[in-house]
């Protein structure tokens, strides 16, 4: 009996090592999660940071809309890219020299193709009440220095709908303003933190990887500074890298092979296809 037992249960190990051996091998970078984020929305099919733009985002899958906040004249957190209108909408003047009003009388759809006229530049806490138990949000401060205050504001604004504390929201906040990001870590904790890094031949030192990580929980940066030592390094760091910003399938191809943990994107369905 007892050798019988002892045959079945080296048949079973020989047969959990055989399809084992068998199962295809995860392709390189699928240890990791790989995040789709959409570039200001889905913003190579519609109006970049526009209901239009986030909404094609959501449709396709994306697990995070990329939005961009700057404040109005009366201190109202508007969705919108520049600093000025002009590229964007049909208006002229900086976001904080107008209304919030003025802001939403502007058509900043057009600009992209006449079918979307009329679109209007969103405030984040629409944005906030229309998505986020839709998908993630990775939220830009863009300018900070512009808005002293604006950490306040965006920390507000997630704290009223209990966005805080929640472990289970998908809220990241990032900008290329490094000072901006450290006082955001010491208003909410509990959010993980971004930060952007502009493209320089230098790269990015472990001296700055080290010194993102006493604040910060994910290094971002623009995708021609992205190699396998520099994830390597951020990921010896405990935090995470999300490059920005893909806009052809080719590129979106070769990432795909990283170890990253996100792709910032204009065509979300390049990846999600």
């Known amino acids: 009996m007892e050798t019988i037992i002892i045959v079945i249960v080296l048949c079973l190990l020989i047969t959990v090592y055989i399809i084992r051996r068998a199962a295809p091998h995860p392709q390189k970078g699928a240890a990791r999660s790989m ?13 970049e940071n526009t209901i239009a733009s986030c ?20 201190g109202r957190i508007m969705v919108i890219h520049d600093d000025s209108v002009e590229r964007t909408t049909n208006g002229k003047g900086n976001v904080r020299d107008l ?15 006449d079918s979307f006229a009329g679109q209007k530049i969103p405030t984040f806490d629409e944005v906030l009440d229309r998505y986020i138990e839709k998908c993630g949000l990775l939220i830009e401060l863009k300018s900070p220095a512009l808005y002293p205050g604006i950490e306040q ?10 966005l805080i504390e929640n ?17 955001f870590h010491e ?5 993980p933190i971004g930060v ?7 790269g990015i030192s472990n001296a700055q990887l080290d010194e993102y990580k006493t604040y910060a929980n994910y290094v971002n940066p623009n995708k021609r500074l992205v190699s396998k030592k520099l994830i390597a390094r ?10 920005y910003t893909i806009r052809d399938r080719k590129t979106a191809k070769a990432f795909l092979q990283l170890d990253l943990d996100g792709i910032t994107m204009d065509f979300p369905d390049y990846i999600k296809a």
């Open 167 to 183: 472990r289970q929201t998908k809220v990241i906040v990032q900008s290329f303003d490094t000072h901006s990001m450290k006082r």
């Open 99 to 113: 209304t919030f009003q003025q802001l939403r009388n502007l058509d900043a759809g057009s600009w992209f193709h």
């Open 234 to 243: 951020i990921h010896e760091r405990d935090m995470k890298i999300i490059p």
């Open 187 to 191: 208003i909410a904790p509990a959010i």
């Open 55 to 74: 909404d094609k985002a959501v449709e396709m899958k994306a697990d995070f809309i990329e939005i961009d906040l700057q404040l109005s004249k009366d």
């Open 153 to 162: 504001k965006v920390f507000d604004a997630l704290a009223s709908r209990g």
């Open 35 to 47: 995040l789709t984020v959409a570039h200001r929305g889905a913003s190579g099919y519609a109006p």
């Open 196 to 202: 952007l890094v502009k493209f320089t031949p230098k």
